[in-house]
């Protein structure tokens, strides 16, 4: 089934950017959705953006509206996030995820994490003052 392994994190100053990728195997044909998703500790893990594998239709939690941006390069089965305007707020592991479920699609609600089915192993950032 699908496997994927995310990279890209590190330490960055407030304002810097980071872009975090997913090298995915088998997503392209076997799921609706990629999503990225973020939990800092002590905190319930929270749908960040998620791209449709069809027509890529994007959507973002408002937290990160303007300063994130998911992308997918659907020939090379791998997921980005780019992140600009990175606030400390921005700190948290950021896992990649995929969905084989049609409501992953739904644009009238925020991203859920139920829908998800297959995760990666998570990349930490973490943003410092």
């Known amino acids: 089934q699908v496997q994927l392994v995310e990279s890209g994190g590190g330490s960055v100053q407030a304002g810097g950017s980071l872009r975090l990728s997913c090298a995915a195997s088998g997503y392209t044909s076997t799921s609706y959705c990629m999503g990225w998703f973020r939990q800092a500790p002590g905190k319930e893990r929270e749908g960040v953006a998620r791209?449709?594998?069809?027509?890529?239709?994007?959507y973002y939690a408002d937290s990160v509206k303007g300063r994130f941006t998911i992308s997918r390069d659907k020939a090379n089965n791998t997921l980005y996030l780019q992140m600009n305007s990175l606030e400390p707020e921005d700190t948290a592991m950021y896992y990649c995820?995929?969905?084989?479920?049609?409501?992953?699609?739904?644009?009238?609600?925020?991203?859920?994490?139920?829908?998800?089915?297959?995760w990666g192993q998570g990349t930490q950032v973490t943003v410092s003052s």
């Open positions: 995820a995929s969905s084989s479920r049609v409501s992953c699609l739904r644009l009238d609600v925020k991203i859920v994490e139920s829908a998800y089915e297959r």
């Open positions: 791209i449709s594998t069809g027509a890529g239709v994007t």
